[in-house]
């Protein structure tokens, strides 16, 4: 274990059936129903889990990414929702998107951006996260496929980050408080 981290919350082993098993929920919802399936990638956290969600799938969907943020520096949210890149499509109005995210704590930034690609006259539009935190959520917001529900604390790893740091550790771990409070 990284020297760095406290506990590990999800292995390897829970990634690989939480993945499997959201795998088969959109394989199901869409399967034969979805002409153009688009994974949305949410930059930067998200790589990891929507590359393994896509090789579980059956489906042959499209993929996607946007980098959107409401993060400042550290461990504190901004509350504002930034677009910091975006994507464009001509065919929008056919694509049924599910927005694949890393980890859900207000719910500010997914529902901000469901209602975006909304209004942009996507198809449908899906929200699927790895971790969902509900105690932090400052808005009514859940998501459409959920992997773990986590507890208050500062997860790193597969994807996630503590100042661009851990994101490649195999699997969700706690960041001890003394790396983060300095």
């Known amino acids: 274990m990284n020297k ?6 999800v292995d390897e082993q829970e990634i690989d059936r939480v993945t499997t ?3 088969g929920e959109i394989d199901r919802d869409f399967g034969g129903k979805s002409e153009h399936l688009v ?8 790589l990891p889990f929507m590359a393994e969600l896509m090789k579980k799938l059956t489906l042959n969907p499209e993929i996607e990414v ?3 943020s409401s993060y400042g520096t550290g461990t504190k949210t ?3 929702i930034k677009i910091i890149l975006d994507w464009q499509r001509p ?5 049924d998107i599910v927005v694949v995210e890393d980890i859900i704590d207000s719910g500010r930034t997914l529902s901000y951006l469901c209602e975006y690609l909304k209004q942009k006259g996507a198809k449908s539009v899906h929200t699927c996260t790895l971790l ?5 959520r ?3 917001f859940v998501p459409d496929y959920c992997g773990v529900t986590v507890p208050d604390e500062f997860v790193v790893g597969f994807g996630l980050d503590y100042a661009e740091k851990y994101r490649a550790l195999p699997y969700i771990g706690v960041l001890k408080p003394e790396v983060y409070a300095k």
């Open 66 to 68: 946007m980098k959107v």
């Open 4 to 9: 760095d981290i406290l506990k590990v919350l």
């Open 78 to 80: 901004s509350g504002s």
């Open 132 to 136: 969902d935190k509900p105690s932090r």
């Open 21 to 23: 098993r959201i795998a």
């Open 91 to 95: 065919n929008i109005e056919e694509c």
């Open 138 to 140: 400052e808005v009514d």
């Open 39 to 46: 994974l949305l990638g949410i930059l930067k956290g998200s």
